[in-house]
């Protein structure tokens, strides 16, 4: 059982934890890190989440992202998720700080790492993931338009693209 640490809404450790899926108090927070990985094409490397995921079955998501766990920091859970999910060992200190975005009752922080990589010579977490492969921003858009992507706020994604496309 993952143990989670709380965080109030300046994105602040309270010094509470709780077991993953037990209920939170009040404005109490939890805390999810994502990654985008990008290429030299201005593409977003996304995943295919399983069909036996709970949440988002069978959608595109974002390249990797995870709760943060216990004592863990943020762009640590990042880099763990990213080689957790695809197989991609990135050191933390590589991982670019963009933003956090709140979300129900997480705090999405986002992380921008840059890669080539051919989707296919990956390796997957099969349990968590079906498949990946390059996005274009218009396909992050279409395909979330027509409910085959996780429904992020589309103006954060549009800032990872534009930052992205910026170096």
């Given at each position: ?9 300046q994105h602040?450790r ?154």
């Amino acid at each position: 059982m993952e143990i989670l640490d709380i965080y109030n809404p300046q994105h602040e450790r309270t010094g509470r934890s709780i077991r993953r899926g037990e209920p939170l108090e009040g404005d109490e927070r939890l805390l999810v890190a994502h990654v985008c990985v990008m290429n030299g094409k201005n593409q977003l490397l996304a995943q295919k989440r399983q069909l036996t995921k709970p949440h988002y079955s069978g959608c595109w998501d974002l390249s990797a992202g995870g709760f943060a766990l216990s004592g863990e920091e943020p762009r640590e859970a990042a880099a763990r998720e990213l080689k957790e999910e695809l197989g991609l060992d990135l050191p933390p200190e590589s991982l670019r700080f963009l933003f956090t975005e709140p979300f129900s009752y997480v705090l999405d922080d986002y992380y921008l790492a840059f890669a080539e990589v051919d989707p296919a010579t990956l390796t997957l977490e099969t349990e968590e993931v079906a498949e990946a492969r390059w996005f274009s921003l218009d396909e992050v858009k279409e395909s979330m338009a027509e409910g085959r992507f996780v429904d992020y706020p589309l103006p954060g994604i549009e800032r990872v693209f534009r930052i992205a496309a910026e170096g």
